[in-house]
């Protein structure tokens, strides 16, 4: 059993039965000169995350962990986008539209893959997710459940997005969740630090919240 330092007590866990899921470090949120950039946000602020990120999927994939990849994005067809998401921002270019790097969050496009720094293993899984939560219209349940697993390490952006709707639905399907606050990212410092708060309040409500320096530290001992 490895144990992390945490918020708001210690986090046990066992690697056999605990996944890392990185959610949607695409190019079109976090590269220069994608999606998120063209809409205002200063993507160093995501960029932070993607150094802190590799040393932990570099530690889990040593660890044996299973790490799963998530993407948000939409059929070419766009028949799985909602008509709200898709009139949402009243944005001269969304989903679907072209974009900086190919069609907005269109699955195959440029712009929709994982960022070349964390690019998936063959064999790890990738779960396109039409929506926010991982585990909306995906069969991220079925595959944890069917590995045995129990707890996820969750990185990834952006904090208060999709971070914490995957986070709020794996809590309510059973798992415990630790966050690692270096290894997710947000375009808003107060997002940032109210999304974690809110995760880690009330002894832990949504799960606890640790860093990457404490999670290895645990991993390796
Ligand atoms: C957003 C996400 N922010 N991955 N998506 O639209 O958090």
Same mark, same amino acid.
């Given at each position: 059993? !490895?144990?992390?330092?945490?918020?708001?007590?210690?986090?046990?866990?066992?690697? !056999?039965? #605990?996944?890392?899921?990185?959610?949607?470090?695409?190019?079109?949120?976090?590269?220069?000169?994608?999606?998120?950039?063209?809409? *205002?946000?200063?993507?160093?602020?995501?960029?932070?995350?993607?150094?802190? #990120?590799?040393?932990?999927?570099?530690?889990?994939?040593?660890?044996?962990?299973? %790490?799963?990849?998530?993407?948000?994005?939409?059929?070419?067809?766009? /028949?799985?986008?909602?008509? /709200? $998401?898709?009139?949402? &921002?009243?944005?001269?270019?969304? =989903?679907?539209?072209?974009? @900086?790097?190919?069609? =907005?969050?269109?699955?195959?496009?440029?712009?929709?893959?994982? =960022?070349?720094?964390?690019?998936?293993? @063959? *064999?790890?899984?990738?779960?396109?997710? @039409? *929506?926010? &939560?991982?585990?909306?219209? #995906?069969?991220?349940?079925?595959?944890?459940?069917?590995? &045995?697993?129990?707890?996820?390490? %969750?990185?990834?952006? #952006?904090?208060?997005?999709?971070?914490?709707? /995957? %986070?709020?639905?794996?809590?309510?399907?059973?798992?415990?969740?630790?966050?690692?606050?270096?290894?997710?990212?947000?375009?808003?410092?107060?997002?940032?630090?109210?999304?974690?708060?809110?995760? $880690?309040?009330? *002894?832990? =409500?949504? &799960?606890?919240?640790?860093?990457?320096?404490?999670?290895? !530290?645990?991993?390796?001992?």
């Amino acid at each position: 059993m !490895a144990r992390v330092q945490a918020e708001p007590y210690e986090f046990e866990f066992e690697p !056999a039965t #605990t996944a890392l899921l990185v959610i949607d470090m695409q190019r079109d949120f976090v590269d220069p000169g994608g999606f998120g950039e063209a809409l *205002g946000n200063d993507v160093s602020l995501l960029r932070k995350a993607i150094a802190p #990120t590799k040393r932990v999927l570099d530690a889990a994939r040593s660890a044996k962990m299973l %790490v799963i990849h998530t993407r948000e994005g939409h059929r070419p067809d766009l /028949s799985d986008l909602p008509p /709200s $998401k898709k009139a949402r &921002g009243k944005l001269k270019a969304g =989903i679907g539209d072209p974009g @900086p790097m190919g069609r =907005i969050l269109v699955r195959g496009e440029y712009g929709h893959d994982i =960022i070349d720094e964390l690019k998936p293993l @063959p *064999g790890e899984p990738v779960m396109d997710k @039409p *929506g926010k &939560g991982a585990f909306y219209a #995906t069969d991220l349940d079925a595959m944890l459940k069917n590995r &045995g697993v129990q707890q996820l390490v %969750v990185c990834g952006v #952006t904090t208060e997005v999709c971070v914490n709707s /995957s %986070v709020r639905e794996a809590n309510d399907r059973g798992y415990d969740c630790l966050v690692l606050e270096d290894c997710v990212a947000s375009y808003f410092p107060e997002f940032q630090l109210m999304a974690l708060r809110m995760i $880690k309040a009330q *002894g832990g =409500i949504f &799960g606890w919240v640790s860093d990457s320096r404490k999670f290895l !530290a645990a991993l390796r001992s």
